[in-house]
């Protein structure tokens, strides 16, 4: 990294540290953009280029978090069945206590649950975070790309036959049914780490609380998607 994009990512830093004290302090709502500014020493300008939108102040690691269950996926090691991929990934990051599951500590929990603005827009990320676990689990499902060469295109003249039900070709809704049923795991899970956060709990202790609580989700997970003929992909 140079020094002057090592300089950005300072500022970008500095911007989102100061905003999210003055959250945790004030409150979202009550907190200005221009309040923010002058707590970092930069223009109210410099604040919008970094975070055009208010909540991304709050939740800075956003893209990380959308991108967290499908980066799983397509990095998952070779053989690996997608839905031991997404366990694995969850189980480091409850173990590392990663702010992204939910372990971000009882004063921004706090904060966040009070905010009716960043509660939506955690509800927002979270159907973001479906949608690209559902793109990600279409691909693993049929990695190989279509086929556009001529010689592969339908005679736009020949009667159009529509392909079976049971047909390996035919459409399949079983990536986006797979993913809601992840992401909806997924979603109960972060709630729990934040519940029991607000509650008063350690990360030490909700660490012990979830890993079981984890593993028989996963194992629900399992045990529904099983029934799928292409489950092995799973």
Not at 118 to 132: F, G, I, N, P, S
Request: aromatic share 4%; charged share 25%.
């Amino acid at each position: 990294m140079g020094l002057r994009e090592s300089k950005k990512q300072e500022t970008r830093q500095l911007i989102s540290d100061c905003a999210t004290r003055l959250f945790i302090e004030q409150g979202f709502e009550r907190t200005t953009i221009a309040e923010i500014a002058t707590a970092a020493r930069v223009a109210k300008k410099t604040v919008t280029n970094y975070f055009p939108r208010k909540e991304d102040l709050a939740l800075d690691h956003h893209e990380a978090f959308t991108q967290g269950l499908a980066h799983a996926v397509a990095e998952r090691a070779p053989g690996e069945a997608p839905l031991a991929a997404l366990g694995r990934t969850f189980r480091a990051a409850l173990l590392a206590h990663d702010p992204v599951v939910g372990f971000t500590g009882p004063a921004f929990a706090r904060m966040v649950a009070d905010s009716p603005t960043l509660t939506a827009r955690l509800r927002e990320l979270h159907d973001q975070r479906e949608e690209a676990l559902a793109a990600a689990l279409t691909t693993a499902a049929d990695p190989t790309p279509p086929d556009t060469s001529p010689d592969t295109q339908p005679n736009a003249a020949a009667p159009h036959t529509a392909p079976a039900a049971d047909s390996p070709s035919a459409p399949s809704i079983a990536p986006r049914a797979a993913a809601a049923l992840i992401a909806a795991a997924d979603r109960l899970l972060f709630r729990r780490i934040q519940e029991l956060t607000l509650a008063g709990q350690d990360d030490d202790r909700i660490e012990a609380t979830l890993l079981p609580e984890a593993d028989h989700l996963r194992a629900l997970l399992a045990a529904a998607l099983g029934d799928h003929p292409s489950a092995a992909t799973w």
